[in-house]
């Protein structure tokens, strides 16, 4: 592997640049005569538009235009679309409603945008856009997924009736209910999934910059996936072709999910450049990131998970309810269906499972991935329901576990997925060495003596990553393809640029897909850049989500570097007159196997671009490119175990321990994989103590609109975590990587809530788990 | 943020006649809540004068037992003072935790006793000490001084020049933060004098702010020990109730906040 080939410890090449403030943001960028944006956004959660008069508006110091959603309307911008198609279980498609870029009639939810200034400057925007006068008709405001689903409720869009979008299901109804009905015991939850404001540290941002000389746009965006942001600006959106439309995400300050999508933002200012000739850049402010950045989760579930008297599950019966918000963002049909209900299987041996899924409009805004997206919804519902089983059986959570794990590879779920290889005993095992769990019942008495309440907790996930088969996914609705694309450039000194089709916004890929190539050529990893980020630069790819760069991403690196390996051999061998098949590639030379001979990578390289001297009909140049197409999803798994405190005076919870014992298959960089790891359990934890988002029913306001309200988990909220991999290495793709990206965030909440609820003595809980609700469940239970 | 004319002063004279010129002026100490209110548009003051760089608004004096804190006195120079350490400790304790490190070396005493934010650390301690608030044309004692949710007893352009309290005998802060602000969701300062007088002053919890809780300050006058407030009931009516804790929830708190506080002390 060498120092800074695969599997070893290597520094961030990329965070010289973010820790000396080098890092170059959608924000930093400037070009001249740019203008600023600011948006005139909805103060009601629903209501009719009237009127907008921006007379005064216009009048104001500095203001260049003022524009609204008719003018973007008449210009032929088209709707904002889900690009996943969910059939109902009646055949009917989803019954997706208008979204406009500017709300032209009605607005939806609060923080709607309605209109944009531009002007010289920021303060300027914003003093005209207070000017801007919408007169509103106010509408009834329904929040709350279940009660929007009922009759006599506010109505969000006419295509949805009952604000329904679809109801879907997955699995065998029938065979579930038959082994539910003749089961030896029934375990019932009702399962709240908490809705979570993505939070990046670099809020959105974007510049349109439109050339009237060659009728030519350029984006900058804070997007996870600027060549998807160019289909879909072109294809659906009507901004401008392909040809005419570069899309630019330089450093990005963190996604999470949130910058998958392309929003009305970045639309508005491509097309305000071209209708005021001047390149106009928008930045969202921490307020309207609470606002208007898709949010996450908020599902309302009940489980039903049949057991026979030896303690096997003989099915799983799940219902649930998914808040979709205002709006149908671009993958928000997706993340309750096919990232959840497939991956209701868990780690277990579950011979029938059916899962209902009804999606809803509500006046909140959009809801789509997040960190996980559908895994940990899935992960949370079974592993609470698990651990209420457990309980409720007189078993030991492991002993429950253990009875239960799937231990034969390949494994076919009934919700479609089929396991490719695993082993989970292997990480329980590990987690509970850890974790010292068989020492958790003196650690309990040593804690009451001092009048807390110590408790301990599990889960075993299990995830879905490396998306996706681009056929499997295209069955199933998916508009696009879920493949990835990588150009491997020599250059003629034989340094060597890698194009990609993922993006890098946290993940660290300058360094571990240089690995790959100091790996493969044995040449220093600063002599490899990786490119990626810009539509003119890279051909086509399709971003970093679904912890995909690894197992996509780097295949399609691997792939096109196998292309380049090969010919740089065939040229080597040209140089040194021996037979292309005894060519090694060791330390950045090319050498005959067992001779002394050899070229430097250097010299070869040379070669390609003189071309003096190549073999016969062999093209000049050294560069080649490759798609790679996933043959299945990826199965990260693993188990974690969190031991709590909670003061039973207050309902304070201190996590005193945090074990995570994972299976990501090979590991590229391990630091960076811990990495991951510490920030995904930070991300659960937030989610499982701290974090809601939420939204007042009467009137449709949000409520957590700052982080005076809205609880981020700080350094001392957080133990200092005990990480660890064992790993079975995938089988499908060429590296044997599983993906690493969102695992902490899947596995940690109920390891969490298990934890607590066992302190407490009560099972019911719901996240966030805050002082006051443990306090009141503790006393409870009492 | 809108337009603001920014002004130095470097007496307290001059920033009440510069207060006394501006249209609708505003003081400026820290700026902590100030700057962000204005950058959220949400205050729009013509003009702010600065009152950071005025000697006489400076500096902790501690005489015998009596303490003198400058308006201008930063949370992390309480914090830090060992003066005070020495005769009144739940002071610095009570600014050690208030905000982040950035926040205690910006924010002021004098900023957040004006600012009574009915969340704010600084209010329950002035209310238990029993300070006197000193302006530029006053007297005015803490029990007098905080009138509402963000309302003081100031007079428009008056400035808190100082404030002035006797250490106490023995004296303890504990606070309940609220885990997303971290302001205080209850906090309790108890304070026990030589004749056995005792004050106990609830920030964070009260639906018209700070409060002092005489039931405990009766039975704690009889018996100084964290089991004494065991049988007092905390009224919950006259609490608050919001996203992140319930009234009852608060009152429970209290009784906690002020046990521990008087263990600690
Ligand atoms: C992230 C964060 C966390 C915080 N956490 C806490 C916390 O845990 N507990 C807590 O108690 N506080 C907290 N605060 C508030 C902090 O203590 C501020 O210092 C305080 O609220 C205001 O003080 P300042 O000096 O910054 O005043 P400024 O913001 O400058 O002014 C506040 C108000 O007081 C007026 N004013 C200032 N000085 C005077 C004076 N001498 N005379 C008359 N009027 C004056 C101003 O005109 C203004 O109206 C926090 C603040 C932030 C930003």
């Known amino acids: 592997m060498g120092v800074e080939g695969i599997g070893a410890r290597v520094a961030r090449k990329e965070d010289k640049r973010f820790l000396t403030g080098k890092g170059r943001y959608t924000d930093d960028m400037s070009v001249p005569g740019m203008k600023y944006a600011v948006f005139v956004r909805s103060p009601h959660a629903h209501a009719k538009i009237k009127s907008i008069d921006a007379t005064a508006a216009k009048a104001m110091p500095g203001v260049i235009d003022v524009l609204d959603g008719k003018q973007l309307t008449a210009d032929g911008i088209g709707n904002l679309i889900c690009g996943w198609m969910i059939h109902s279980k009646d055949g009917s498609p989803m019954r997706m409603g208008a979204w406009r870029p500017l709300a032209d009639e009605t607005v939806r939810y609060v923080g709607d945008a309605v209109a944009v200034v531009v002007a010289d400057s920021v303060n300027e925007a914003r003093d005209a856009a207070e000017a801007v006068i919408v007169d509103y008709d106010p509408l009834p405001v329904v929040t709350d997924p279940v009660k929007a689903l009922a009759d006599g409720q506010p109505q969000l869009h006419p295509e949805a009736p009952n604000n329904m979008i679809f109801d879907w299901e997955l699995g065998d109804a029938a065979a579930t209910d038959a082994a539910i009905a003749a089961a030896a015991h029934v375990t019932e939850v009702k399962i709240l999934n908490n809705r979570l404001s993505p939070n990046a540290m670099e809020p959105r941002a974007a510049l349109g910059i439109y050339d009237s000389g060659d009728d030519h746009y350029t984006c900058y965006t804070t997007s996870q996936n600027p060549h998807l942001a160019r289909l879909v600006m072109s294809a659906f959106y009507n901004v401008a072709p392909e040809n005419k439309l570069r899309v630019i995400a330089p450093d990005v300050g963190g996604g999470f999910g949130s910058k998958i999508y392309i929003y009305p933002e970045e639309i508005v200012c491509l097309w305000a450049s071209k209708r005021t000739g001047v390149p106009v850049k928008w930045t969202c402010d921490r307020t309207e990131a609470f606002l208007t950045d898709a949010h996450g989760r908020d599902h309302v579930s009940t489980v039903k998970m049949a057991f026979d008297s030896a303690n096997k599950i003989t099915a799983l019966k799940v219902d649930t309810i998914a808040n979709l918000g205002a709006y149908m963002s671009l993958f928000s049909s997706c993340v309750p269906t096919y990232l959840y209900a497939t991956l209701l299987s868990g780690q277990y041996d579950i011979p029938a499972i059916h899962a209902n899924v009804r999606t809803v409009y509500t006046n909140t805004a959009p809801v789509d991935a997040y960190r996980g997206a559908g895994r940990p919804e899935a992960t949370y519902l079974l592993e609470r329901t698990m651990e209420t089983a457990a309980r409720e059986l007189g078993l030991s959570p492991a002993e429950l576990r253990r009875i239960n794990f799937i231990r034969s590879f390949p494994h076919q779920t009934p919700v479609i997925m089929n396991y490719d290889a695993g082993d989970y005993e292997a990480s329980l095992n590990a987690a509970m060495a850890a974790a010292d769990w068989d020492g958790f019942a003196a650690r309990k008495e040593e804690a009451e003596r001092r009048g807390m309440k110590r408790g301990i907790g599990m889960s075993c996930y299990i995830e879905a990553c490396g998306l996706a088969p681009s056929s499997a996914v295209g069955s199933l609705g998916a508009g696009v393809g879920l493949w990835e694309s990588a150009e491997v450039r020599v250059n003629a000194v034989g340094t060597i640029e890698v194009m990609t089709g993922s993006h890098s916004h946290g993940q660290g890929h300058e360094t571990t897909f240089a690995q790959l190539v100091a790996d493969r050529f044995g040449v220093p990893i600063d002599s490899v850049n990786i490119v990626h980020g810009d539509t003119d630069k890279v051909q086509m790819g399709m971003g970093t989500y679904g912890s995909r760069s690894g197992a996509v991403g780097m295949s399609a690196v691997a792939k096109a570097l196998d292309k380049v390996e090969a010919k740089a051999k065939k040229i080597a061998a040209h140089l040194m007159e021996a037979d292309e098949s005894d060519i090694v590639i060791e330390n950045g030379e090319l050498k005959v196997a067992g001779t002394d001979k050899s070229v430097p990578w250097f010299q070869m390289a040379l070669a390609a671009y003189t071309a003096h001297n190549l073999p016969a009909g062999m093209e000049p140049g050294l560069k080649e490119g490759a798609f790679y197409d996933p043959s299945n999803f990826t199965f990260p798994a693993g188990c974690y175990i969190c031991e709590v405190e909670v003061d039973p005076d207050t309902g304070q919870t201190e996590i005193i321990q945090f074990v995570a014992a994972d299976d990501f298959g090979n590991i590229i960089n391990p630091m960076i994989v811990e990495g991951q790891v510490h920030g995904g359990l930070a991300q659960g934890i937030g989610q499982a103590l701290l974090e809601g988002v939420h939204y007042d029913p009467e009137n449709g306001q949000l409520l957590t609109a700052s982080y005076m309200d809205y609880a981020m988990p700080r350094a001392d909220d957080l133990p200092s975590f005990k990480v660890s991999t064992s790993n079975t290495p995938c089988p499908n793709n060429p590296l044997g990587v599983k993906g690493c990206g969102e695992a902490g965030a899947i596995g940690s909440p109920p390891a969490l809530i298990n934890a607590i609820t066992d302190a407490i003595g009560n099972n019911a809980l719901t996240m966030p788990a805050t002082p006051e609700k443990v306090w009141a469940a503790a006393h409870a239970a009492n | ?265």
């Open chain 2, 1 to 265: 943020m809108y337009q603001t004319n920014y002004h130095r002063p470097s007496s307290v004279q001059e920033a009440v006649k510069l207060i006394g010129g501006a249209a609708e002026g505003k003081y400026l100490a820290g700026g902590m809540t100030l700057i962000a209110t204005m950058k959220q548009r949400l205050a729009a003051p013509s003009d702010l004068v600065d009152l950071r760089h005025i000697a006489e608004l400076k500096g902790i004096t501690v005489n015998g037992r009596s303490v003198r804190i400058g308006a201008a006195t930063t949370h992390h120079d309480v914090a830090s003072s060992a003066e005070l350490e020495a005769v009144c400790p739940a002071i610095c304790a009570l600014a050690s935790h208030i905000g982040d490190p950035h926040v205690r070396h910006m924010g002021t005493i004098g900023g957040s006793i004006a600012n009574n934010d009915p969340a704010a650390d600084y209010p329950a301690a002035m209310l238990a000490l029993d300070a006197t608030i000193v302006t530029n044309s006053r007297q005015i004692a803490a029990a007098d001084f905080f009138t509402g949710l963000f309302e003081t007893a100031l007079d428009d352009g008056e400035i808190i020049t100082a404030i002035t309290f006797d250490a106490p005998a023995k004296a303890a802060y504990q606070k309940f933060p609220n885990p997303a602000s971290r302001y205080a969701m209850a906090g309790v300062f108890v304070a026990r004098r030589d004749n056995g007088e005792v004050r106990v002053a609830v920030t964070g919890a009260g639906s018209n702010g700070v409060f002092r809780h005489q039931g405990m300050e009766a039975a704690l006058a009889g018996n100084w020990s964290p089991d004494a407030v065991g049988n007092i009931s905390v009224d919950a009516s006259d609490l608050l109730t919001d996203l992140h804790a319930s009234a009852a929830y608060r009152a429970k708190l209290i009784k906690v906040m002020t046990k521990r506080a008087v263990a600690a002390a």
